[in-house]
């Protein structure tokens, strides 16, 4: 069985950290990019941010770059997002993803998780 289980989220003030882990299981793990993807209320999926396979290579959107950073454990099979400086427009579920490919962002999302939510509000 193929799972993506995210943990870490919560409510945070604004300026605060939080860290995202995604527990994946059911595939090789090391041979997937991997992704975080968020989504606010009442708003599209946003991609925030996406890691290669080997770990090497690391990508973010405009709006969390600087203050978000992606890491792997592919001996744990766990991808993490680590966020610091909060802010109220980080509000949102965010799920990893996980994509077939030998590049940092994949075409396709092959296996999804459920989503962990973040809170940001004082």
């Known amino acids: 069985e193929v799972q993506l289980v995210e943990s870490g989220g919560g409510l945070v003030q604004p300026g605060g950290s939080l860290r995202l882990s995604c527990a994946a299981s059911?595939?090789?793990?090391?041979?997937?990019?991997m992704s975080w993807v968020r989504q606010a209320p009442g708003k599209g999926l946003e991609w925030v941010s996406a890691?290669?396979?080997?770990?090497?290579?690391?990508a973010y959107a405009d709006s969390v770059k600087d203050r978000f950073t992606i890491s792997r454990d592919n001996a744990k099979n766990t991808v993490y997002l680590q966020m610091n400086s909060l802010k109220p427009e980080d509000t949102a579920v965010y799920y990893c993803?996980?994509?077939?490919?030998?590049?940092?962002?994949?075409?396709?999302?092959?296996?999804w998780g459920q989503g962990t939510q973040v809170t940001v509000s004082s």
């Open positions: 993803a996980a994509g077939y490919s030998d590049y940092v962002c994949p075409l396709e999302y092959d296996y």
């Open positions: 059911g595939f090789t793990f090391s041979l997937y990019a």
């Open positions: 890691i290669a396979d080997s770990g090497v290579s690391t």
